[in-house]
């Protein structure tokens, strides 16, 4: 498991065997948890779950109230399995479920995933050059 540190209003995992950061998480002013995580790109023998897991764990355990979590998709596999589902069919409020975030947010008890299309830029296609949502 990712060893996890806080500063201020920043958690942070750490990979015990590099040293190197592989995820963090913060929370917004309505209680939502950003998350992202670095795993591929530390090329970390370490999961996204058991950090983004680890993450949680160590946010619920300081008494931080979590509401839900949040997506910000601008590029990257969310993003990439969010357009797969959407051009396999699904309605983008299903889609987000087809995702990492969104599957671990079901599992977390966040069954509900909102758009918000205002901040989101749609290809022709139906599918999402950008992408930000939450679930809760």
Same mark, same amino acid.
């Given at each position: 498991? #990712?060893?996890v ?8 995992? $750490?990979? #015990?065997?590099? &040293?190197?950061t ?5 929370m ?8 992202? $995580?670095?795993?591929?790109?530390? @090329?970390? /023998?370490l999961?996204?779950? @058991? $950090?983004?897991?680890?993450?949680? /764990? ?7 109230? =979590? ?9 990257g ?7 797969k589902? =959407?051009?396999?069919?699904?309605? #983008?409020?299903?889609?987000?479920? @087809?995702?990492? !975030?969104?599957?671990?947010?079901n599992g977390? &008890?966040?069954?509900? *995933?909102?758009?918000?299309? !205002?901040? *989101? $830029?749609?290809? #022709?296609? &139906?599918?999402?050059?950008?992408? /930000?949502?939450?679930?809760?």
């Amino acid at each position: 498991m #990712p060893k996890v540190t806080r500063n201020g209003d920043m958690f942070a995992a $750490v990979d #015990p065997s590099t &040293g190197e950061t592989i995820g963090a998480l913060t929370m917004d002013a309505d209680g939502y948890m950003n998350l992202a $995580v670095y795993t591929k790109a530390a @090329q970390s /023998e370490l999961r996204g779950n @058991q $950090v983004l897991s680890a993450l949680r /764990e160590a946010a619920e355990r300081e008494g931080v109230s =979590i509401r839900g979590m949040r997506g910000l998709w601008y590029d990257g596999d969310n993003l990439a399995s969010f357009n797969k589902a =959407i051009l396999a069919g699904a309605p #983008p409020e299903k889609a987000a479920f @087809q995702t990492f !975030t969104g599957k671990m947010a079901n599992g977390y &008890g966040y069954p509900n *995933s909102r758009i918000d299309y !205002t901040r *989101s $830029v749609r290809n #022709p296609d &139906g599918t999402f050059a950008k992408a /930000e949502l939450w679930f809760d």
